[in-house]
C-alpha cells in the first residue's frame, strides 16, 4: 500500500514483480494498513514500513511460531540503523523483555493471555514492521486517528477484548532506519 508517496515507488515494484500495488492518498500509517487489510486475503497480516526491512526468514519464521503453538501474533526483536551504526532495540537493551521469559520454545517465548495483556497494558514491545498477526485475531485494526503508536491501538484493543496468546523472539529480523 503506497500512502502517497512522491518517489518513484510505483515503478520500483513493478519491476520486482508478483506484487499487487495500490496507490492512496496520503492520510497517515494507521489509514494505510487498515486498507491494505481490506485488500487482504491472506490468513496472515504483516505490514513493513518503507524506512524497515525484514531478514529473508522473517515470515517463514514468525508463521511456523504462530503456527506450531495456535497463537494470535508473535513478534520479533529488531534493530535501529542511525547515522551508518547499528543500535540494539530499547526493548532488548533495557531489558524489558526479562520478566516474560517464563516458557522458552527454542528461539521462541510464548506468553500467556495474562503475561500479553500485562505487557501491552506497560509498553508496546511490537512496533508495526516486527509484528505478524493471524488475521481472525484482529478486531478492527490500526488507530488511524493516531500520529504514532496506531500498531500499540492495534494490540491494546485485541488484548483488551479478550485473551490473546502471542510470543516473542529476541532474535533481530528486522532493521528499523
Known amino acids: 500500500m503506497d500512502d502517497g508517496s512522491c518517489d518513484d ?4 515494484v513493478a519491476e520486482a514483480g508478483g506484487v499487487e500495488y495500490h496507490y492512496k492518498t496520503n492520510r497517515g500509517q494507521g489509514a494505510a494498513r ?9 490468513e496472515y497480516i504483516a505490514s513493513l514500513d518503507s524506512d524497515d526491512l ?14 506450531t503453538y495456535q497463537l494470535d501474533f508473535v513478534f520479533t526483536n529488531w ?7 547499528t543500535l540494539r532495540s530499547e526493548w532488548l537493551r533495557d531489558g524489558k523483555w526479562k520478566p516474560y521469559r517464563t516458557d522458552r520454545r527454542g528461539e521462541w517465548w510464548l506468553l ?6 500485562k505487557l501491552f497494558l506497560e509498553r508496546c514491545s511490537a ?10 485475531s484482529i478486531v478492527s485494526g490500526w488507530g ?14 485485541m488484548v483488551l477484548r479478550r485473551p490473546c496468546r502471542a510470543a516473542f523472539s529476541l532474535t533481530p529480523r528486522g532493521e528499523n532506519a
Open 54 to 67: 525484514w531478514d529473508p526468514d522473517f515470515l517463514a519464521r514468525s508463521v511456523e511460531c504462530l503456527e
Open 112 to 117: 500467556t493471555p495474562r503475561q500479553v495483556r
Open 127 to 136: 512496533p508495526s514492521s516486527s509484528l505478524l498477526l493471524r488475521r481472525n
Open 79 to 85: 534493530e535501529k540503523v542511525r547515522d551508518g551504526r
Open 34 to 42: 487498515n486498507h491494505g487489510l481490506r485488500l487482504a486475503c491472506g
Open 9 to 12: 515507488t510505483a515503478r520500483r
Open 144 to 157: 488511524e486517528h493516531m500520529q504514532i503508536a496506531d500498531d500499540w491501538y492495534l494490540i491494546l484493543e
